[in-house]
């Protein structure tokens, strides 16, 4: 599975970003709103948003950012036996399937977005 965090507009109920989480095979996708990408945050929502809900992923497979790459996501990876798999800095396309669902998900959010500008978490 492939992770991502998108930065968005702040919403009235505080949200800022929107983790991602997708499936590389069924090209499935996990989104979930997020108030801060910090550390604890993002793994609290790997743990009850695609371990509990789907299943442990076989990789998991994200950028170099510090969400990501910390002790507490490294902690429960280690827990669950997942092993972490970092693209490389600066070249988005190693982890294209993201990418792909990043430009989907802004061209629907853009457009709800439109209209509904300050609740786009719902």
Request: with cysteine.
């Amino acid at each position: 599975m492939a992770t991502e965090i998108l930065q968005l507009p702040r919403s009235t109920q505080g949200y800022v970003y929107a983790f991602m989480c997708v499936n590389h095979f069924s090209r499935s996708v996990i989104l979930t709103s997020l108030r801060s990408k910090s550390a604890p945050v993002v793994a609290h929502v790997l743990v009850s948003h695609v371990i509990c809900l789907c299943t442990t992923p076989s990789v998991l497979l994200s950028d170099n950012g510090i969400e990501f790459r910390n002790a507490v996501l490294a902690k429960i990876c280690e827990r669950y036996g997942i092993p972490e798999t970092f693209v490389t800095a600066y070249h988005p396309a190693c982890n294209s399937v993201v990418e792909w669902m990043n430009r989907k998900i802004l061209d629907i959010l853009r457009h709800v977005a439109s209209r509904l500008h300050e609740s786009w978490e719902d």
